[in-house]
């Protein structure tokens, strides 16, 4: 029988070891705690489809429109364009509310008007329940129209980021079309007169 050496004891007790720490229960360590599962996001739908309407999408696509324009006034006619810098990036902000604006109109639960709002020229407009009834029956169209939006205005942040002025004014009018196809759906009666219908996309987009 071989007498024990030193270093024979010291490998013993590094082997004993060994297998009290891997039969242990494990301990975290601090910092490397595993993260809990990102929950769903919480939409909080506050404004309506009429308040992001007025305060969005009608100035957005107004400040576009106004960006590229001719003006004919006593004093001459003004070739209006965005060409500084800073004229171009105010007009890309106003693009991009326009093109997020889109995303927010389809939000689901989000109301059409606020409780006991009317339509403000009856007879030419619908009114809010009238609208909400129409969007309701057919909710696919109304995604298609608002997505169409996006896209004219994707077409309008293309000339923008190339400070094209004319592709932007060609842009502006396919925004133009896009606003006036959801209107003739979804806010005009069916028997509103065209030369109102015509008179009141601009102006309300």
Known sequence: MKPITFWGLCAASASALLAVACS?????????????ETAAAEFRTTATIKDIMDS??????????????????????EERRPRT????KEVRRRCIALIEATNLLIMDNRLVARAGEKSENPGIELGPEEI??????????????????????????????????????????????????????????????????????????
């Not at 000339?159 to 209107?183: F, N, V, Y």
Request: hydrophobic share 35%.
């Open 24 to 36: 242990a229960p494990q301990q975290s360590v601090p910092g490397t705690a595993k993260p809990p």
């Open 56 to 77: 969005v999408v009608d100035p957005s696509a107004d400040f576009i429109w106004d960006s590229v324009s001719t003006i004919v006034t006593r004093k001459g006619v």
């Open 85 to 88: 810098d800073m004229e171009w």
């Open 132 to 205: 909400k009834g129409i969007i309701d029956s057919d909710r696919a169209s109304f995604i298609k129209f608002a997505h169409g939006l996006h896209d004219a205005g994707m077409k309008a942040l293309a000339a923008i980021d190339k400070k094209d002025a004319d592709a932007l004014s060609d842009s502006g009018e396919t925004i133009d079309e896009a606003c006036e196809q959801c209107h003739l759906k979804y806010w005009y009666p069916p028997n509103t007169p065209e030369i109102l219908k015509k008179g009141s996309v601009r102006k309300t987009s």
